[in-house]
Nanobody
Framework: QVQLVESGGGLVQAGGSLRLSCAAS????????MAWFRQAPGKEREFVAG????????YYTDSVKGRFTISRDNAKNTVYLQMNSLKPEDTAVYYC???????????????WGQGTQVTVSS
């Protein structure tokens, strides 16, 4: 049984930082591309960042470039999202996802976590 468990969300003031973690089990983690998506209230879920199995290819949506960093530790079966210079518009539920290819589309990901809330106050 595949499980992706996110942690690290919370309430932070604008300009602050948070580090999200996603611990995976039940799959061969080192063979999967991993991604972070987010969904704000009343909006569709959107791609935030993704990393291929080796960490050699990384993509970010334009709105987080220069502020967010995705990384992975295959020995720990964990993917991270370091979020700096947070803005109120970053407020959303953040989901990690595992898939066979590194793409920005939800349909390319087979497994999803339950999500963690990130709230940025102004």
């Amino acid at each position: 049984q595949v499980q992706l468990v996110e942690s690290g969300g919370g309430l932070v003031q604008a300009g602050g930082s948070l580090r999200l973690s996603c611990a995976a089990s039940g799959l061969t983690f080192s063979t999967y591309a991993m991604a972070w998506f987010r969904q704000a209230p009343g909006k569709e879920r959107e791609f935030v960042a993704g990393i291929d199995w080796s960490g050699g290819s990384i993509y970010y949506t334009d709105s987080v470039k220069g502020r967010f960093t995705i990384s992975r530790d295959n020995a720990k079966n964990t993917v991270y999202l370091q979020m700096n210079s947070l803005k109120p518009e970053d407020t959303a539920v953040y989901y990690c996802a595992a898939g066979g290819v590194l793409k920005p589309r939800e349909s390319d990901y087979n497994y999803w976590g339950q999500g963690t809330q990130v709230t940025v106050s102004s």
